[in-house]
């Protein structure tokens, strides 16, 4: 059984940070990335980061790159997403899931965590 749980979600106000984390358990994703995604209310579900667990490459949405950043605890099979500078538009349910490339556009593994959510006020 995979589980991703996510958390660290919240209330900010425009220009504060917030850490979100992501822990995997169950299968052994190890030959996979791990992403970030999110979804405002109104819009698809949409790309925001990703990085593999050996942390060779990242890739970001332009919309967050130089803002967010990815990185992970391959002990703890936890995978965080810092985010700084967050604007009203980065308001959305942030989930993470296991995908095969970092260029990948959703959760090809068919997997995802239960979405934490992240509200930034003006």
């Known amino acids: 059984q995979v589980q991703l749980v996510e958390s660290g979600g919240g209330l900010v106000q425009a220009g504060g940070s917030l850490k979100l984390s992501c822990a995997a358990s169950?299968?052994?994703?190890?030959?996979?990335?791990m992403g970030w995604f999110r979804q405002a209310p109104g819009k698809e579900r949409e790309f925001v980061a990703a990085m593999y667990w050996s942390g060779s490459s990242t890739n970001y949405a332009s919309s967050v790159k130089g803002r967010f950043t990815i990185s992970r605890d391959n002990a703890k099979n936890t995978v965080y997403l810092q985010m700084n500078s967050l604007k009203p538009e980065d308001t959305a349910v942030y989930y993470c899931?296991?995908?095969?490339?970092?260029?990948?556009?959703?959760?090809?593994?068919?997997?995802w965590g239960q979405g934490t959510q992240v509200t930034v006020s003006s």
């Open positions: 169950g299968r052994t994703f190890s030959s996979y990335a």
């Open positions: 899931a296991p995908v095969r490339s970092i260029y990948s556009t959703s959760s090809d593994s068919g997997y």
